[in-house]
């Protein structure tokens, strides 16, 4: 056999084996492309980015047949909202000749929005330029959206911050922390002044202000509630220096001009830090104590008289709440004495707490803190409730007590007044003694009020008046039927010349005005026969009895 034909016959092994290694190889790719096409959505398109092929997974997922796609640039499926930006980074790269991959927001021919996690990468051909471009994905859809329901428990919808469930999340890591919270000065009056859309306008910027100063700081910041923004940061920072960020925080915010909607607003904020365990129950006693006392910045750390006080407080909540669910909340009533006929023509209904222990609890015990945790409508109705059912079958006048925030509180007065149309008697025996905790400044809501139960035949007294806010401009404003002068000028009458003074004054101003007035804290022969000789109409205090309780429960 020659070597020209042994040559031949080796070459041609040689081919046959090529040849077959290349079907081999071929059938190889054609099994990969099956798999990957069972198993993800794919495209091809050329260097231009119009599509020349598209597999069953992408048809299923947009919603367009292969005919409505083959020949169309890809942006076909482009979600519009998606920024320039993004497509030409992701353009740059793969016209580097560089493999891209990320996740990308599509929309399909429904118009309804998909995520997908794309691998892009570019074909070259032989002299290493680019053919077209095959692009892998999966349909990460469903995980994203879960992810955003996730995001959306854990951040606040206004500022896009870190809500208060992300801040009791990330407390509960057990490092040691420094917590603050900077809260805006009396935010529902700006709310309720402006309008909520100027309030929603001044968080936000308010939130972006904070988040600048402390984007290069080690420090999360934290959207709690409207108007109040928390700061929480670990050991790397002394304590000097993260009161100091947080005054510095403060200021920034405190000395800005806010313009909204064409008006000028300026803000005042108050804080509270902590750096004990159990962070947050404790930054919430230091905030609510600088709110309390006027306070710009309270550390709990080195005021531990304040947190005694506010566990005090949170202890006469629970109290309260025990109290008013098992009907310890009791009406007393105290006798009011005509001076001129020296018989009782009137009670007042005074509200006590009975402990567990079946003690009697004055309410400048719980009175302040029932107001602050929200439960003193709850008394206000009680009080309410068992003095009209009490009196219902009698015929004296009663009074109770009514404060300003009742009178705010449309709930309460609606309460009021149904009570008043059930016990269709008892309006015109009921005085309603407005009770001066705070300034009168809504003149006309106060009015309003004094009017709607006038109609029923209520009368109106100002009770401790002539001392805290109580001043003669009232008398002229308000339409009011009695003044019960403040105890504090009453018990010293009999020989105290500034308490006589006063006293003669009111009584003159009254007069003249048609109002009667009621001495208070009458406790001695002589302060009655003082107040008598001086022409106060009527008396109330300990000399004609100690309040006694009523027995009626309207508990159910």
């Known amino acids: 056999m020659s070597e020209r034909f042994m040559f031949m016959r080796k070459n041609e092994t040689a081919l046959n084996l090529k040849n077959k290694e290349t079907l081999i190889n071929t059938s190889l790719l054609d099994e990969y492309k099956q798999v990957v096409d069972a198993s993800a959505i794919v495209t091809k398109t050329d260097i231009n980015g119009i599509i020349t092929y598209a597999n069953d997974g992408f048809c299923k997922i947009t919603g367009y047949t292969r005919d409505e796609l083959i020949g169309k640039p890809h942006n076909i499926v482009r979600d519009p909202n998606t920024p320039d930006e993004f497509y030409t980074e992701l353009w740059s790269k793969i016209l580097d000749k560089k493999v891209w991959k990320g996740i990308i927001r599509n929309m399909a021919k429904d118009k309804k929005l998909y995520y997908v996690k794309s691998t892009i990468v570019p074909i070259l051909d032989f002299d290493g330029e680019i053919k077209e471009f095959i692009a892998i994905r999966n349909d990460v859809t469903e995980l994203i959206n879960q992810e955003k329901r996730i995001k959306s428990q854990i951040t606040d919808n206004l500022t896009k911050l870190p809500n208060r469930q992300k801040l009791i999340e990330d407390l509960k890591k057990n490092e040691e922390y420094k917590l603050a919270i900077i809260n805006i000065y009396e935010f529902k009056e700006i709310n309720k002044y402006y309008g909520f859309s100027v309030g929603d306008m001044l968080i936000v910027k308010v939130a972006y202000i904070l988040s600048k100063e402390l984007e290069k700081l080690d420090v999360n910041l934290y959207s709690l509630a409207v108007g109040e923004f928390a700061l929480l940061t670990n050991e790397i920072y002394s304590k000097e220096i993260f009161i100091n960020l947080v005054k510095s925080l403060m200021k920034s915010i405190d000395s800005k001009n806010f313009y909204i909607n064409e008006k000028t607003l300026n803000i005042y904020t108050y804080s509270g830090i902590t750096m004990q365990k159990n962070y947050f129950q404790n930054v919430e006693l230091a905030v609510n104590y600088a709110k309390e006392q006027k306070i710009d910045l309270v550390f709990l750390d080195d005021n531990p008289a304040i947190k005694k006080k506010m566990l005090d407080n949170i202890k006469w909540t629970n109290k309260l709440k025990e109290a008013i669910e098992d009907d310890r909340i009791k009406v007393f009533i105290q006798p009011i004495i005509d001076n001129l006929q020296g018989d009782i023509k009137k009670y007042e209904c005074l509200v006590r707490l009975i402990d567990i222990n079946a003690k009697v609890v004055s309410p400048s015990s719980f009175l302040q803190i029932a107001k602050k945790s ?42 009021l007044k149904d009570k008043l149309s059930e016990y269709k008697d008892i309006g015109s025996r009921l005085i309603l003694e407005i009770v001066e905790d705070e300034r009168i400044e809504e003149y006309k ?52 010349k500034n308490s006589v003074i006063i006293t003669e004054l009111i009584i003159s101003f009254a007069k003249k005005l048609n109002i009667k007035t009621i001495g208070e804290f009458v406790h001695s022969e002589s302060v009655y026969n003082k107040i008598k000789e001086m022409g106060v109409d009527y008396s109330q205090g300990y000399y004609f009895g100690e309040p006694k309780e009523i027995s009626v429960s309207t508990h159910k």
């Open 374 to 415: 929200r439960l003193y409508p709850q008394i206000t109705k009680a009080v309410i409730s068992k003095s009209f059912e009490y009196f219902k079958d009698k015929k004296d006048e009663f009074s109770i007590n009514i404060t300003l925030d009742d009178i705010k509180n449309r709930d309460t007065v609606d309460f």
């Open 445 to 496: 809501e106060v009015n309003y009020f004094i009017e709607e139960v006038r109609c029923f035949g209520c009368k109106i007294a100002i009770d401790d008046f002539g001392t805290g806010y109580s001043n003669f401009d009232y008398l002229m404003r308000l339409n009011i039927d009695f003044i019960k002068i403040d105890g504090s000028i009453i018990k010293n009458i009999d020989y105290d």
